[in-house]
């Protein structure tokens, strides 16, 4: 039977989603222990994609194929019962036996998320970038607009991206700013939707969008950077972990 | 100058606001090493009071009285850049030489969180008291009217706790229920003040209110125990880490 894991975990701890070669704790890691001793045999988790070192996940997705007859709520209890609490498995259900949580993807939303305080708050410095400088959300919110649509991401993407199409469409970019409660601070979210993500694309849009908050950077050259590709024109890559994982969107 | 200060921390890794014999990591034990050495002296910190190992704090408040001469923004960026992250001072002002931050306090709000979910979220975890179980919450909103009001909360507290004179006034408790966004699950927050809280005192009053909630408890045995004292009436105490010090009110 094919399963389909929802995924919540707390990066902070992780060397990010996909299993490295020099052993360290990744999320993909702990799954495929938990899963691969509940089976009595090797398995393989197929995830919507790789979240970088520190990064979070609010809604990851994954795919297993186990020969043993969990029922879907059996399953749930007997993972979150073997992995560690910074992982949880929110929900299992059957899914077609074609269902792959990668290759079956449409698309993904990220949230990046900053608060824009003086003083960093002790209970926001593992899910949020701080930053004390005055960020001018209305010229954020204006070169935000420049990327929707179908561009090639190369000046936002990791140079050893080993991506060759990097050509994505940009559904959704809203940056929206609420007061924290806890500390009476501005909590800035951006909210990033494509059909695929480049390595540190995400990020590197967020980046550049502060650069332009802080007055550092134009609309005009955020626009030059879109359209030739230069990646000295983008540049900065905001810290990993502000960044979440949102949804997977499939059909 | 007699300064005060108010602090956020994150409890997880202290063993509680007071500095311990056994030289235990303490809020108050990193606020007196950092103020001795930027004093050039031993200093005392004086807190508006003690709070559990694990429990939280948005706005301690503490006093300090220094010789040299600091600006309060001064004062605030020489703190914080000596402090360890789950520690932060939030706001330092002068205050009047008589202004001491227990004694001059007036009474406190504490904020007890419950997450009222199937699964915990690893984002909660540290913040929240994992609650599966189904919660009455008109029934425990019914029960929380006794609380108002001039009680000796023996039953309330720590049978070793010190306190002679056990009457205090329960001025708020409010319960109030949220959508948590991450989760897309129950947030219950409990909200108590009173003029001064014994030890335990807070936790107690969560742990019995829950057992109201889950229907273990009803309305008539907490009116007992807070008429008649008797610790076997109320008894369970919810855990630290739900618990977090909301205010310290002043004149």
């Given at each position: 039977?094919?399963?389909r894991?929802?995924?919540?975990?707390?990066?902070?701890d992780?060397?990010?989603w996909?299993?490295?070669?020099n052993?360290?704790?990744?999320?993909?890691?702990?799954?495929?222990?938990?899963l691969?001793?509940?089976?009595?045999?090797?398995?393989?988790?197929?995830g919507?994609?790789?979240?970088?070192?520190?990064?979070?996940?609010?809604?990851?997705v994954?795919?297993?194929h186990?020969?043993?007859?969990?029922t879907?709520?059996k399953?749930?209890?007997?993972?979150n019962?073997?992995?560690?609490?910074?992982?949880?498995?929110?929900?299992?259900?059957?899914?077609?036996?074609?269902?792959?949580?990668?290759?079956?993807?449409?698309?993904?939303?990220?949230?990046?998320?900053?608060?824009?305080?003086?003083v960093?708050s002790?209970?926001w410095?593992r899910?949020a970038?701080?930053?004390?400088?005055?960020?001018d959300?209305?010229?954020?919110?204006?070169?935000a607009?420049?990327?929707?649509?179908?561009?090639?991401?190369?000046?936002f993407?990791a140079?050893?991206?080993?991506?060759e199409?990097?050509?994505r469409?940009?559904?959704?970019?809203?940056?929206?700013?609420?007061?924290?409660?806890?500390?009476n601070?501005?909590?800035?979210e951006?909210?990033?939707?494509?059909?695929g993500?480049?390595r540190?694309?995400?990020?590197?849009?967020?980046g550049?969008?502060l650069?332009?908050?802080?007055?550092?950077k134009t609309?005009?050259?955020v626009?030059?950077?879109i359209?030739t590709?230069?990646?000295?024109?983008?540049k900065?890559?905001?810290?990993?972990h502000?960044?979440?994982?949102?949804?997977v969107?499939?059909?």
């Amino acid at each position: 039977m094919n399963y389909r894991l929802l995924i919540q975990y707390e990066g902070t701890d992780f060397h990010g989603w996909q299993i490295q070669a020099n052993n360290q704790r990744t999320v993909q890691g702990e799954l495929t222990r938990v899963l691969s001793m509940l089976e009595g045999a090797a398995v393989t988790v197929h995830g919507s994609g790789r979240t970088d070192a520190g990064a979070h996940a609010e809604a990851q997705v994954a795919n297993v194929h186990l020969e043993r007859p969990f029922t879907p709520d059996k399953l749930l209890i007997a993972i979150n019962g073997n992995l560690p609490r910074d992982i949880r498995i929110m929900n299992v259900e059957t899914a077609a036996p074609d269902f792959h949580a990668r290759f079956s993807a449409k698309g993904k939303t990220y949230r990046y998320r900053v608060l824009n305080a003086s003083v960093m708050s002790p209970f926001w410095r593992r899910y949020a970038l701080h930053e004390p400088r005055p960020l001018d959300l209305a010229k954020m919110q204006c070169a935000a607009r420049l990327f929707f649509g179908v561009h090639d991401w190369t000046a936002f993407s990791a140079a050893r991206s080993d991506a060759e199409n990097r050509v994505r469409e940009v559904t959704r970019l809203d940056i929206e700013k609420f007061t924290e409660t806890r500390m009476n601070a501005e909590l800035i979210e951006f909210t990033i939707s494509a059909e695929g993500f480049l390595r540190y694309m995400a990020r590197s849009i967020v980046g550049t969008l502060l650069e332009v908050g802080r007055g550092e950077k134009t609309s005009e050259t955020v626009w030059q950077a879109i359209v030739t590709g230069e990646r000295r024109l983008a540049k900065e890559t905001a810290a990993a972990h502000g960044l979440t994982l949102l949804k997977v969107h499939y059909d």
